[in-house]
Nanobody, 121 residues
């Protein structure tokens, strides 16, 4: 099994910044894709940003382009989300996602437990 643990959420004022971290552990051979999703109350979970290891390609939701930056550390099986100029509409539970192959070369997908981000004055 592969487990993801997020950290870095909290309460921040509009215009402020937060950095989320996600670390994967378990029987990992490789991680091909890591991403951040978020879910606000009463809304569906949505993709915020993703980073693909093989090509170092990143994709962002239009609502966060220019404000959020996703990065990863392959040696640590970790991903990060730097969030700047936060807005109240960014308030949500943020989930880390990863997919890849485990040590038995079996495909896996995994979700973290989520970390709350609240943007409010």
């Amino acid at each position: 099994q592969v487990h993801l643990v997020e950290s870095g959420g909290g309460l921040v004022q509009p215009g402020g910044s937060l950095r989320l971290s996600c670390e994967a552990s378990g029987n990992i051979f490789s991680i091909s894709d890591m991403a951040w999703f978020r879910q606000a109350p009463g809304k569906q979970r949505e993709l915020v940003a993703e980073i693909i290891s093989s090509a170092d390609v990143t994709n962002y939701a239009d609502s966060v382009k220019g404000r959020f930056t996703i990065s990863r550390d392959n040696a640590k099986h970790a991903a990060y989300l730097q969030m700047n100029n936060l807005k109240p509409e960014d308030t949500a539970v943020y989930f880390c996602y990863a997919e890849g192959a485990d040590s038995m070369w079996r495909d896996f997908t995994s979700w973290g437990q989520g970390t709350q981000v609240t943007v409010s004055s």
